[in-house]
């Protein structure tokens, strides 16, 4: 593909209709959540940093909570924050699950190196700080939606993190780097190569590879490919195309108690 053709291959918020109303109404829901549950927000996991944005928010389920969620955020690495997306964590809240979201610095004031240093620190933080978290007892698994699905695949192999749910991941770097996408990321040709968990399959935990079926034809490459590459290796992977969902309705079925994308999400953190 040419550069145009790269563009629209890539550019998700057009391929939706209204997507600024959207956003809004997942603003909307997520502003529901924090009156409902008890949570912490906004606490600081590399308070050395300069950034403001080095921060997550813990939400805690009814009961025990043996497990905790951590989720990261899409917005292709330059785009939203992670209230945006608290929505999605109803359906977990209500089975016990915690959920923690997590906040990264955004391209172009980080880079790609940066910003995958900055998830390493709030899981080794999430680890250390158990118990002042109140999740002392509690195994960590990781999910994440399109950017934040590609940082999740780069810690698959984490021994701190159960299982990982990449979720319409971005894992080659290369055509990112070719398009629009890349007038903010600057990616060097060091970070195309080291940080393409596609290109880097290593021994790691059990991964539920999902996107939507209905997502643009190159995000659904993406997650094909990885899939297959995980298997391939012999690693203990699974593939999940979720009907005629899009790039963002996948997520309001991820918070859907009765659709049929979380009874898979959920099933895979409690197999």
Same mark, same amino acid.
């Given at each position: 593909?040419?550069?145009?053709?790269?563009?629209?291959?890539?550019?998700?918020?057009?391929?939706?209709?209204?997507?600024?109303?959207?956003?809004?109404?997942?603003?909307?829901?997520?502003?529901?959540?924090?009156?409902? $549950?008890?949570?912490? *927000?906004?606490?600081?996991?590399?308070?050395?940093?300069?950034?403001?944005?080095?921060?997550?928010?813990?939400?805690? =389920?009814?009961?025990? =909570?043996?497990?905790?969620?951590? @989720?990261?955020?899409?917005?292709?690495?330059?785009? &939203?924050?992670?209230?945006?997306?608290?929505?999605?964590?109803?359906? @977990?809240?209500?089975?016990?699950?915690?959920?923690?979201?997590?906040? $990264?610095?955004? !391209?172009?004031?980080?880079?790609?190196? =940066?910003?995958? =240093?900055?998830?390493?620190? !709030?899981?080794?933080?999430?680890?250390?700080?158990?118990?002042?978290?109140?999740?002392?007892?509690?195994?960590?698994?990781?999910?994440?939606? #399109?950017?934040?699905?590609?940082?999740?695949?780069? @810690?698959?192999?984490?021994?701190?993190?159960?299982?990982?749910?990449?979720?319409?991941?971005?894992?080659?770097?290369?055509?990112? #780097?070719? &398009?629009?996408?890349?007038?903010?990321?600057?990616?060097?040709?060091?970070?195309?190569?080291?940080?393409?968990?596609?290109?880097?399959?290593?021994?790691?935990?059990?991964?539920?590879? &999902?996107?939507?079926?209905?997502?643009?034809?190159?995000?659904? *490459?993406?997650?094909?490919?990885?899939?297959?590459?995980?298997?391939?290796?012999?690693?203990?992977? *699974?593939? &999940?195309?979720?009907?005629?969902?899009?790039?963002?309705?996948?997520?309001?079925?991820?918070?859907?108690?009765?659709?049929?994308? @979380?009874?898979?999400?959920?099933?895979?953190?409690?197999?």
């Amino acid at each position: 593909m040419d550069k145009a053709q790269l563009d629209a291959a890539y550019n998700n918020s057009q391929a939706v209709a209204d997507f600024p109303a959207l956003l809004t109404s997942f603003k909307s829901m997520s502003a529901e959540i924090w009156p409902a $549950y008890a949570h912490r *927000r906004n606490i600081r996991y590399a308070p050395q940093q300069d950034s403001a944005r080095t921060r997550l928010d813990v939400l805690y =389920g009814a009961g025990p =909570g043996r497990k905790t969620l951590l @989720f990261i955020h899409g917005g292709y690495w330059q785009a &939203c924050d992670k209230e945006d997306f608290a929505f999605i964590a109803r359906p @977990f809240l209500d089975r016990g699950i915690n959920v923690i979201l997590i906040e $990264y610095t955004l !391209a172009p004031q980080q880079t790609m190196t =940066g910003i995958v =240093g900055e998830i390493a620190q !709030a899981i080794s933080f999430i680890d250390a700080n158990k118990a002042a978290l109140n999740i002392e007892h509690s195994a960590l698994y990781l999910a994440g939606h #399109s950017a934040g699905g590609h940082l999740t695949s780069l @810690f698959r192999s984490d021994r701190r993190i159960a299982k990982a749910i990449p979720i319409s991941a971005l894992v080659d770097l290369l055509p990112i #780097s070719l &398009c629009w996408l890349n007038d903010k990321l600057r990616l060097t040709s060091q970070e195309i190569e080291r940080f393409s968990p596609v290109r880097h399959i290593a021994p790691g935990m059990e991964t539920l590879v &999902c996107v939507g079926g209905g997502e643009l034809p190159e995000l659904v *490459r993406h997650s094909k490919e990885y899939a297959q590459r995980l298997l391939q290796r012999g690693e203990k992977a *699974r593939f &999940c195309a979720v009907a005629d969902d899009n790039h963002f309705s996948l997520l309001t079925s991820l918070a859907d108690a009765d659709s049929d994308f @979380f009874k898979t999400v959920y099933a895979f953190i409690n197999d």
